[in-house]
Nanobody, 120 residues
Framework: VQLVESGGGLVQPGGSLRLSCAAS????????MAWYRQAPGKQRELVAR???????NYADSVKGRFTISRDNTKNTVYLQMNSLKAEDTAVYYC???????????????WGQGTQVTVSS
């Protein structure tokens, strides 16, 4: 199983980016998917989470600006980021709970991360 992120880059303050994370490999069930971020010198923090049923929750710092969504037919989670601020600069990581095959346990996976830089 692999999680592959895309969509990061350099954007000016106030701009927008859309991150994508596709899960591939042997996937029997895909449960909660989430985005985390880690800025230099800081701990990794939860940005947004979405359950298999579509329930979401967000960090207070991104509420009203970021939207998490998923396409279960494509095993993909998205993070639409609007009104970006310099403090949103970080490496963004995809995270997912996956059962690879029937009868196996649920395992938590991480992507490799994608850099988001907000700067003028």
């Amino acid at each position: 199983v692999q999680l592959v992120e895309s969509g990061g880059g350099l954007v000016q303050p106030g701009g927008s980016l859309r991150l994508s994370c596709a899960a591939s490999g042997s996937i029997f069930s895909l449960y909660t998917m989430a985005w985390y971020r880690q800025a230099p010198g800081k701990q990794r923090e939860l940005v947004a989470r979405i359950t298999s049923g579509g329930s979401t929750n967000y960090a207070d710092s991104v509420k009203g600006r970021f939207t998490i969504s998923r396409d279960n037919t494509k095993n993909t989670v998205y993070l639409q980021m609007n009104s970006l601020k310099a403090e949103d600069t970080a490496v963004y990581y995809c995270n997912a709970d996956i059962v690879a095959e029937l009868g196996l346990k649920r395992v938590n996976y991480w992507g490799q991360g994608t850099q988001v830089t907000v700067s003028s």
